[in-house]
């Protein structure tokens, strides 16, 4: 996976996994038979691929930063930010906790989707989110 560029000893490698699996973010999957039946597997989950996708992201802008600095740019971060986030309208609290997570951050929601959500940058102010849901607004009256 790594092109051997990681090697983690077995202590480290356990040691993430029950952290993982602790957060819900992996769970045990069904091993395999045979020669190879004392091998533990897992899976990602639902918050473990929201983690990894924000995770990915974030290394992105990184690397990209890195790359601007390389080239003489400087390093300067965007202050409007894009985060992959499926929402769960049926689900209030873990959207709440999702949004105030983020807030920790330093990362403000300036405009939401149903899959893709802008934030703006500002490590100065933390917003407390809170989800009101109103039932049977339409476009007409919600404007």
């Known amino acids: 996976m790594s092109g051997g560029r990681l090697k ?39 918050d473990g691929r929201e983690v990894l996708a924000a995770e990915v992201e974030r290394l992105a ?37 999702w949004l105030n997570e983020m807030s920790a951050r330093g990362l403000h929601l300036t405009k939401g989707g149903a899959f893709r959500s802008e934030f703006e940058r500002d490590e100065t102010v933390r917003y407390a989110y809170g989800i009101d849901y109103q039932g049977g607004l339409s476009k007409k009256t919600a404007s």
Request: aromatic share 8%; charged share 25%.
């Open 8 to 46: 983690l000893g077995a202590g480290t490698l356990y040691t993430a996994l029950n952290t993982l699996q602790g957060k819900g973010l992996i769970e045990p999957h069904p091993g395999v038979e045979g020669a190879d039946a004392r091998r533990k597997m897992y899976a990602i989950t639902a």
């Open 61 to 97: 802008e990184l690397l990209a930063a890195g790359r601007q600095a390389l080239n003489g740019g400087g390093l300067t971060m965007a202050r409007t930010e894009k985060r992959w986030h499926t929402w769960m309208s049926w689900d209030y609290g873990k959207e709440e906790r």
